[in-house]
């Protein structure tokens, strides 16, 4: 019963901060902080935290990360992270057999600034072609269906959209 109860007050949580994230966020109450950060630790420490979900379900988790993403950049790590780990959940639970990788370099590079590409892949069943342009809109879900049995609120990839924004870049799907 108390594992039980854990767990649930543990969903009960995640589904209250994404939609404090989200209202934030749609509030533009978010602002960026730009610290100095390793993305390729940052990177690391995402993958290595997922590595148990992923094992527990017989699938591989892969990180491919380029050996530019070793050096230090400027820039909001907690958001970087929070990006990587919706597209890493999203992946992961909707991946039955096979791997999820996760792949990242730097794609942009001035004095200023740095812009770098990071994608999950997987070789879950997919996403139909007309659900595609809703995807990262808020409370959308792919297939109510697998939604059910995996949880969620369709709130991550929109707060995965808006944060990527806020931050000078953007999210998609292929």
């Known amino acids: 019963y108390l594992d039980h109860m854990k767990s649930s007050a543990d969903h009960l949580l995640e589904l209250v901060t994404d939609l404090l994230d989200f209202y934030k966020l749609d509030s533009n109450k978010v602002a960026?902080?730009?610290?100095?950060f390793s993305p390729a630790d940052l990177f690391t420490a995402v993958c290595t935290g997922f590595?148990?979900?992923?094992?527990?379900?017989?699938?591989?988790?892969r990180c491919t990360l380029a050996a530019e993403l070793s050096g230090q950049v400027a820039g909001d790590p907690s958001r970087v992270r929070q990006i990587a780990e919706n597209?890493?959940?999203?992946?992961?639970?909707?991946?039955e057999v096979g791997f999820v990788t996760l792949s990242a370099r730097i794609v942009e590079e001035d004095a200023d600034s740095v812009l770098?590409?990071?994608?999950?892949e997987d070789t879950g069943s997919g996403i139909d072609a007309a659900v595609i342009g809703r995807l990262f809109?808020?409370?959308?879900?792919?297939?109510?269906?697998?939604?059910?049995k995996s949880g969620g609120t369709g709130l991550g990839l929109a707060i995965t959209k808006k944060l990527a924004e806020l931050?000078?870049?953007d999210a998609g799907v292929r």
Do not use: C, W
């Not at 960026?32 to 100095?36: G, K």
């Not at 597209?87 to 991946?95: D, E, Q, R």
């Not at 770098?116 to 999950?120: I, L, S």
């Not at 809109?137 to 059910?148: I, M, Y």
């Open 32 to 36: 960026v902080n730009r610290i100095a």
């Open 51 to 61: 590595e148990p979900v992923a094992a527990a379900k017989g699938i591989e988790l």
């Open 87 to 95: 597209l890493l959940s999203n992946a992961i639970k909707f991946t």
């Open 116 to 120: 770098a590409r990071f994608e999950v």
């Open 137 to 148: 809109s808020a409370f959308e879900q792919a297939d109510s269906s697998t939604t059910r």
């Open 167 to 169: 931050m000078g870049g």
